[in-house]
């Protein structure tokens, strides 16, 4: 820990060290006036990149007592781990505050480059003396509800009701998850209007179900209609059918030309066609 004195120069906090609250002003007058009277016992400690890790509660009280502030640089290699143990051990915290703070703190600093051992759940258990179930459920908080994450540290809400809760919201997350990735299978042009935010999900299965219903009708339509006119066609293969056929008695609107003859014919190509694709299907 090399002492260093950063003055005439802006402070910044490492986010680690910015997870725990500032003492209340009461309590900072106190530390302020035991500073004053006493000097700073403990300097305030930077990383290498002169953020605090410890220390925002002395470096506030001495600017309100008007005290030169002493600082310290951090020289190991696991600045995050430091801070939480520092912090931790000084304050009044239960285990799940502080498997919370831990949890959050992690996850704050994981787009920094800490090493990959500092962030794991084992590693930060071993760190702040708490149980690996307590840390795996802080991060379960961290990761499906994070509006909670403050409650727990504060004491406002124990870990166990914000995990209940944030085991219930991934739950639901994968279940929404789970019946989009169902409506991509069916219907990736609706899949698409949800993940646009043009379509609430229930809305689009809602659709999706119109839609489908829809099919079915047209379907039944279209079945029953080429059951009325193809076996009858069919039926009139070889016989005096087409000789007997008089103008004069055909159905208004559905008079028999060479064009529909030849209309007819492509459809009949293309229906054949369609069923040799089933088939081999």
């Known amino acids: 820990m090399t002492p260093t004195s950063p003055k005439d120069t802006i402070i910044e906090f490492h986010p680690t060290a910015a997870t725990f609250p500032m003492l209340d002003e009461d309590e900072l007058l106190a530390l302020a006036e035991d500073i004053k009277a006493n000097g700073q016992y403990y300097p305030i400690m930077l990383d290498s990149l002169g953020r605090v890790l410890d220390g925002r509660n002395r470096l506030r009280a001495c600017e309100i007592a008007g005290v030169e502030p002493q600082f310290a640089t951090y020289g190991g290699?696991?600045?995050?781990?430091?801070?939480?143990?520092?912090?931790?051990?000084?304050?009044?915290?239960?285990?799940?505050?502080?498997?919370?703070?831990?949890?959050?703190?992690?996850?704050?600093?994981?787009?920094?480059?800490?090493?990959?051992s500092e962030l794991t759940?084992?590693?930060?258990?071993?760190?702040?003396?708490?149980?690996?179930?307590?840390?795996?459920?802080?991060?379960?908080?961290?990761?499906?509800?994070?509006?909670?994450?403050?409650?727990?540290?504060?004491?406002?809400?124990g870990l166990d009701e914000a995990?209940?809760?944030?085991?219930?919201?991934?739950?639901?997350?994968?279940?929404?998850?789970?019946?989009?990735?169902?409506?991509?299978?069916?219907?990736?042009?609706?899949?698409?209007?949800?993940?646009?935010?043009?379509?609430?999900?229930p809305a689009a299965w809602t659709e999706r179900k119109e839609r489908a219903e829809e099919e079915v009708r047209q379907r039944r339509v279209a079945t029953q209609f080429l059951c009325e006119v193809v076996p009858p066609l069919a039926q009139a293969r070889g016989t005096d059918t087409v000789k007997l056929y008089d103008p004069q008695f055909m159905l208004t609107g559905r008079a028999i030309t060479s064009e529909v003859i030849e209309q007819a014919m492509a459809a009949l190509a293309e229906m054949a066609e369609a069923w040799r694709e089933r088939e081999a299907a």
Do not use: F
Request: net charge positive; hydrophobic share 40%.
């Open 121 to 157: 759940a084992r590693s930060i258990s071993e760190q702040i003396g708490v149980s690996l179930g307590l840390v795996g459920q802080a991060m379960t908080v961290v990761r499906h509800a994070p509006g909670l994450i403050d409650q727990v540290i504060a004491g406002a809400m």
């Open 163 to 201: 995990y209940k809760t944030a085991r219930e919201a991934k739950a639901q997350r994968d279940s929404v998850e789970n019946q989009l990735a169902r409506l991509r299978a069916e219907d990736p042009e609706l899949a698409d209007k949800v993940v646009e935010g043009v379509l609430s999900l």
């Open 77 to 116: 290699s696991t600045p995050v781990a430091y801070a939480l143990r520092v912090n931790i051990r000084r304050r009044n915290l239960t285990k799940g505050q502080s498997a919370m703070v831990a949890a959050k703190a992690c996850s704050d600093s994981e787009l920094e480059g800490c090493s990959k």
